[in-house]
Every structure is written in C-alpha cells, then in structure tokens.
Nanobody
Framework: QVQLVESGGGLVQPGGSLRLSCAASGSILSINAMGWYRQAPGEQRELVAAITNTGSTNYADSVKGRFTISRDNAKNTVYLQMTSLKPEDTAVYYC???????????????WGRGTQVTVSS
C-alpha cells in the first residue's frame, strides 16, 4: 500500500531553519504534483508550497523568499527547506500528493499524517 511519511519537524528558535521531508512509499508508477500544507489550531489548512513533476513551483505569499520546495523523483520524495522561521510559522505541516498511480489504482489528494513545527524562544 502507498504511504506518505513526513519527517523533520520539531522545535526551533525564531530565525532558525528546518528541513521537512515527505517520502512516498509503495509500488508507485507516477506522481504528478506534490505539496506542503499547514494548519494551526483554530485556523484553516493552507497551501505553503507545491511542485509539479517537471519542477514548476508556487508558494504562499507568506513564505516567499524564506521557504524552498524541491523533490527527488527517483526517491518519490518532496522536501521543504524553511529558513528565517517566525512564530507564525508554527503549525502542523502536511504533505500531499495531487495524483499518484500504483498499478491500475489512482490516488487523488492523498495526505500524510503531518509533522509538528514549533517556532518559539
């Protein structure tokens, strides 16, 4: 079965950096777009960054210039390098695959369980 496993979250001081990873495992034939979303308590889940299979990216205005999304297609892994972190970046960060094919089965909007990022002194 297909799994998305996020890692790299934790506690960091303001101005610090973290790198999140999301690895898709299973007998995967193809993935189109992958992305990172985040959700703070009492707030709606929002897009942080996304990347297509060809490397096109887009970012939320709040993270432009600070976060960088990348992917390793051979490893079916997407990364989020976060720098200059602010307290308002505190949230649970979720990895999402737009469309994934394994055998004859397609997964759509397939989510990981999330990883906590806390930015605090």
């Amino acid at each position: 079965q297909v799994q998305l496993v996020e890692s790299g979250g934790g506690l960091v001081q303001p101005g610090g950096s973290l790198r999140l990873s999301c690895a898709a495992s299973g007998s995967i034939l193809s993935i189109n777009a992958m992305g990172w979303y985040r959700q703070a308590p009492g707030e709606q889940r929002e897009l942080v960054a996304a990347i297509t299979n060809t490397g096109s990216t887009n970012y939320a205005d709040s993270v432009k210039g600070r976060f960088t999304i990348s992917r390793d297609n051979a490893k079916n892994t997407v990364y989020l390098q976060m720098t200059s972190l602010k307290p308002e970046d505190t949230a649970v960060y979720y990895c999402k695959v737009d469309r994934l094919r394994t055998g004859s089965i397609w997964y759509v909007d397939y989510w990981g369980r999330g990883t906590q990022v806390t930015v605090s002194s």
